[in-house]
Every structure is written in C-alpha cells, then in structure tokens.
Nanobody
Framework: QLQLVESGGGLVQAGGSLRLSCTASERIFSNYNMGWIRQAPGKERVFVAAISANGVSTSYADSVKGRFTISKDNGKTTVNLQMTSLDPEDTAVYYC??????????????????WGKGTLVTVSS
C-alpha cells in the first residue's frame, strides 16, 4: 500500500512556477512531519522543505527560501510544494517524505521513515 503519492511534476521554463502535491494516508498525515527531498541527475539527495504535522513549523533549504512554499491541505491529507522563480538548477526528482523528526531536524537528515516514489521536475533554460 502506497503511503505517499506525489503528483504535479513536469516540464517548465526557467522563471516559471509549478506546484507539487503529496497525498498521504490519514495516519501519516496526522502523525508525521512531512517534507520534500530532491535528487538532481548525478547528485545526492538533498533536503528541500518540511512542515510539521500541525502545520505550524516549517523549514526550508537556503537554496529555495523565498521561492518555494510548503503547506498542508487538511481536507485532502495533502502536502503541497509551491515552487516559483524556477531555475534549471531546480531540475530533479522530488520525493515526498515523512518522519517523526522536527522539520528543522529533517533538514539535516538523509534517511526518513517514509518515501514516495518521486516526481520529475524539469526546468528548461
């Protein structure tokens, strides 16, 4: 049974916007902090953003601060990542993740309790 399912990836031009969504099971959505990790071609996975289960606390990588916004949609058990001012450097597979660690701690972690299968975001120059 899939616990985390991403959607919303695709091809976008530099400077454009895209919104990723991650639909979680009710159990995970209510009890885990959730976030996004990305992996660019030939590179290691890196933290992007995270949000607490109650939606109060967030954490962002320096590279996306001011451009990406993470939020929770309680009615749909979905976590969204609104991405603006996209740059070719943002090209990567984006994975939805969930963990009991705080969003701040998640920013320093490479292993999470739950992972989605990932969705590809390609930003053309």
């Amino acid at each position: 049974q899939l616990q985390l399912v991403e959607s919303g990836g695709g091809l976008v031009q530099a400077g454009g916007s895209l919104r990723l969504s991650c639909t979680a099971s009710e159990r995970i959505f209510s009890n885990y902090n959730m976030g996004w990790i990305r992996q660019a071609p030939g590179k290691e996975r890196v933290f992007v953003a995270a949000i607490s289960a109650n939606g109060v606390s967030t954490s962002y990588a320096d590279s996306v601060k001011g451009r990406f916004t993470i939020s929770k949609d309680n009615g749909k058990t979905t976590v969204n990542l609104q991405m603006t001012s996209l740059d070719p450097e943002d090209t990567a597979v984006y994975y939805c993740v969930a963990d009991r660690a705080t969003p701040r701690a998640m920013s320093r972690m490479s292993r999470m309790d739950y992972w989605g299968k990932g969705t590809l975001v390609t930003v053309s120059s």
